[in-house]
């Protein structure tokens, strides 16, 4: 069944933990696939829409976004819960386990008529693995033709690092970059990104980021070491 998922689509979205396993996407045409490789063996979890994002619990809890919601699997059961997205009409992608029983995620606003398509604004929202209780981590302001949305969180101890991306959507200016942190139930901006890029993960207690070189067609994964970039 895996062989024949890879033949029909390619692999987006890895997500790897110690301990826990390796996931990742197959992007379809149709329906995507999860599939999670953990030392238990290989399991294929066809979905009934797009899939994307996975990620990790420390006891091997695997969520990922379904768009309205987030599925969590439980490691021992194999059951999935549908986390259903706080925002009416919102989509829900990026999952982050904070913890072993609670995650957050990127909850982006519903679309309107003057914002009929793309994202107009994202924040970060929380709850337990059961979904039972949401609450809004960042309070960003969209207006006008102004948005602002939220990239790669990644959790950090006691908090959430994150990109946050704005810009005016009737300007030919390039969006600005921006490294955000969430701590002590605040957010607010580490600094400035010198052009697009994204959270890519931590290597010895670094941040590794993930930057797209538009001139020759690739991306970069760079470590800060020193305040300078070293690409890996």
Excluded at 7 to 29: C, N, Q, Y
Excluded at 149 to 159: D, E, K, L, Q
Excluded at 162 to 188: C, I, M, N, Q
């Amino acid at each position: 069944a895996l062989a024949r998922s890879i033949e029909r689509g390619t692999i987006k979205h890895l997500a790897a933990r110690r301990g826990s396993g390796t996931a990742f996407v197959i992007d379809r045409a149709g329906d995507d696939v999860v599939v999670a490789v953990t030392r238990e063996g290989v399991e294929v979890l066809p979905q009934a829409a797009e899939a994307s994002h996975p990620a990790w619990s420390a006891s091997g809890r695997l969520a990922w976004s379904a768009g309205s919601s987030i599925a969590v699997r439980d490691p021992v059961t194999g059951e999935i819960d549908e986390l259903p997205v706080p925002v009416p009409g919102g989509s829900m992608f990026a999952p982050v386990f904070l913890s072993d029983r609670r995650i957050a995620a990127v909850v982006s606003a519903p679309l309107n008529d003057q914002v009929p398509e793309g994202e107009r604004l994202g924040d970060l929202w929380a709850t337990d693995v059961a979904g039972t209780r949401w609450r809004r981590l960042t309070h960003f302001r969209a207006g006008g033709d102004r948005w602002v949305t939220i990239r790669t969180p990644i959790a950090r101890a006691g908090g959430i690092d994150f990109v946050r991306v704005s810009a005016k959507a009737s300007s030919t200016e390039e969006p600005d970059f921006e490294l955000w942190r969430y701590e002590h139930g605040a957010a607010r901006r580490v600094r400035r990104l010198g052009g697009e890029r994204y959270l890519a993960g931590r290597l010895d207690g670094q941040l590794v980021w993930n930057r797209p070189v538009p001139m020759h067609g690739k991306h970069l994964l760079q470590v800060e070491q020193g305040g300078a970039m070293r690409t890996i």
